[in-house]
């Protein structure tokens, strides 16, 4: 059964102190790691695609980088507007389907 | 691209009353899934189709839960006789299906509230 973890559940950043979160998986065979960012009370918004150990990905403050047994979000110099929670999803060889951590909850302070 | 759409966003209703929601997905997309999300824990799958074709199911839909995509276009997922246990977010996702880009955008959600 494929399971992914996140840690930590919550994480409190002042503005411009830069952090990194968590995501252990275990899967099958590696389809796909995904990183969506939520919004309170509203549908995940797609981050990033890893396919691959050693791949990275970038956009604005964020940084995802992938290895054979998890990965990490960074976020450099966050801004206020980063605040949500983080979900990490993988997704099998052969299926379609997702299966999501329990995401981190980030509030970045001014 | 106007992106996912659901409808309605809330739903309240009481308990043993069915309901129905409805989405929308990305126009080219031909997979579209169902998720719940119940608070501090991440989407689990309910379902996905491919155009038309329902292709898989996860143990979590009982059989008050049915979903249809007729045409291959929208999908409706009905709850019939709902319980208490049944108030979650319910979120529907789009793919393209592509082999090596699979990858899922979701719409804003459905808030059910069972009384």
């Known amino acids: 059964e494929d399971q992914v973890t996140q840690s930590p559940e919550a994480l409190r950043l002042q503005e411009g102190e830069s952090s990194s979160l968590n995501c252990s998986y275990t899967?099958?065979?590696?389809?796909?790691l995904f990183w969506y960012r939520q919004d309170p009370g509203k549908g995940p918004e797609f981050l990033f695609t890893?396919?691959?150990a050693g791949e990275e990905k970038e956009k604005e403050r964020l940084k995802a980088t992938l290895t054979k047994k998890e990965s990490f979000l960074h976020i450099t110099a966050p801004k206020p507007e980063d605040s949500a929670t983080y979900l990490c999803?993988?997704?099998?060889?052969?299926?379609?389907?997702?299966?999501f951590g329990k995401g981190t909850m980030l509030l970045v302070s001014p | 691209d106007t992106g996912v759409s659901q409808n309605p966003r809330h739903k309240i209703t009481k308990r043993g009353q069915n309901v129905t929601f409805r989405c929308d997905p990305i126009?080219?997309?031909?997979?579209l899934y169902w998720y719940r999300q119940t608070l501090g824990q991440g989407p689990e799958f309910l379902t996905y189709f491919q155009n038309e074709a329902q292709l898989e199911k996860s143990r979590l839909l009982s059989d008050r839960f049915s979903a249809e995509r007729p045409k291959g276009s929208f999908s409706t997922l009905e709850i019939q006789r709902t319980e208490q246990g049944d108030s979650a977010m319910y979120l529907c996702?789009?793919?393209?299906?592509?082999?090596?880009?699979?990858?899922?955008?979701f719409g804003p959600g459905t808030r059910l509230t069972v009384l």
């Open positions: 890893l396919y691959s």
């Open positions: 999803a993988v997704q099998a060889t052969g299926y379609s389907t997702l299966t």
């Open positions: 126009s080219e997309h031909n997979r």
């Open positions: 996702a789009s793919s393209s299906g592509l082999r090596n880009g699979d990858t899922q955008y």
């Open positions: 899967v099958s065979g590696l389809r796909g």
